[in-house]
């Protein structure tokens, strides 16, 4: 599994809602603060809240609030909720599998890729919103992260792999 640009997305605005967990916070304010577009955060937000993680209240002292305290929101639900699957191949998939015709005699499939997924699955349990907000009110910005995000055709065309 790697993260997408959506994941990062996703934990600046749910760190953001974690360090402000005793108050709604307006998307506006998320925005201005995380540096993200409108629309696509709205977009963020609305998968959140149909996830039962965020909350919304209409109305001018509305916005948005983690459904529960940060330290009850694991990295593994967020991502679960953006509906990404955590796993490195479909065929070990949990929440998204698709059958493998070596499935039940693929060596590498059982010893590696299951274990990948399971740990993978740890990780993003262990850590939660409030270690998001850890980082946010250290001053922290997840942004620059999206730079390291790998982009397989980006490292085809600049020649550093070569086409199989």
């Known amino acids: 599994m790697r993260l997408s640009s959506l994941d990062v997305h996703a934990f600046q605005a749910v ?10 916070v307006t ?9 993200l577009s409108r629309a696509f955060l709205l977009r963020v937000l609305a998968c959140l809240v149909r996830g ?12 948005y609030q983690l459904a529960r305290l940060p330290t009850q929101v ?3 639900e967020v991502v679960q909720v953006l509906e990404r699957p955590v796993a490195p191949l479909s065929c070990v998939s949990l929440s998204a599998p698709v059958p493998c015709v070596h499935q039940n005699d693929c060596g590498i499939r059982r010893d590696v890729y299951t274990e990948l997924r399971d740990v993978t699955h740890a ?10 907000a850890t980082d946010l009110q250290a ?11 790998w ?4 490292e085809l065309a600049a020649g550093r792999w070569s086409k199989v």
């Open 52 to 63: 039962g993680i965020v909350v919304s209240k209409r109305g001018s002292a509305g916005g």
């Open 139 to 149: 001053g922290r910005s997840y942004s620059p992260c999206l730079n390291h995000l």
């Open 15 to 24: 760190g953001y809602l974690a360090a402000y967990a005793d108050r709604w």
């Open 123 to 132: 990780v993003l349990a262990r850590f939660t919103a409030a270690d998001l």
């Open 27 to 35: 998307a506006a304010e998320v925005c201005e603060h995380t540096l």
């Open 74 to 76: 694991t990295l593994r």
């Open 151 to 154: 982009h397989p055709q980006q």
